[in-house]
């Protein structure tokens, strides 16, 4: 292949490791989707079937569903913070099904929960910038050495998309500027 539809090596334990770093940036901000919709177990799913696969799962069917769930919860809540949440959510299940076509779109799978847990927590603080800045910060510790180096494997963050968009694009520069150790 030639150009932007290159591959990329990934392996299993790649996937697993983007998909850990997705669900543990979207673990932190549940509690705002929840606190909109109490019942509603969608995303909640969509993080455990993250995790399931981050710690050793298939990759399958019920992810896959899970993170649709998601992503219709998300449209079901009744803020705007609450859908975020539950978008982050949808990324975390999403990030299992990384592609290796080597081209810009790809990272959102691998930093799509960053960014909607970031302007989630903006939107709680009054869309305030700063906070969701301090949350792209937390989700720069997360990130693993193998995070890190999958990302590197892919073009930088495209551009549009709105705040999350360039919430994305923030969190891809401040993780490429890492060293990899190994």
């Excluded at 509603?40 to 455990?48: C, E, F, Q, V």
């Excluded at 019920?62 to 803020?79: E, G, N």
């Excluded at 913070?81 to 080597?102: F, I, N, T, V």
């Amino acid at each position: 292949m030639a150009g932007e539809m290159s591959e990329t090596a990934l392996s299993k334990q790649d996937l697993r490791e983007v998909t850990a770093f997705a669900a543990a940036c979207a673990e932190v901000v549940l509690e705002v989707f929840e606190s909109d919709q109490p019942d509603d177990l969608r995303p909640r799913d969509a993080i455990s079937a993250a995790w399931e696969f981050a710690r050793g799962g298939e990759r399958g069917k019920v992810l896959r569903d899970r993170a649709w769930a998601a992503l219709k919860a998300a449209k079901s809540a009744d803020t705007a913070a609450a859908r975020e949440a539950a978008r982050a959510a949808m990324s975390a299940a999403g990030a299992a099904y990384l592609h290796p076509l080597a081209k810009a779109t790809q990272v959102k799978h691998i930093l799509g929960a960053g960014a909607h847990a970031a302007r989630a927590a903006e939107l709680v603080a009054g869309d305030d910038p700063s906070v969701g800045v301090e949350h792209l910060e937390r989700a720069l510790r997360r990130a693993t050495p193998v995070v890190v180096d999958v990302l590197k494997r892919f073009p930088t963050a495209p551009s549009g998309g709105g705040r999350v968009g360039e919430l994305i694009r923030m969190l891809d520069a401040d993780l490429r500027s890492l060293a990899v150790a190994g």
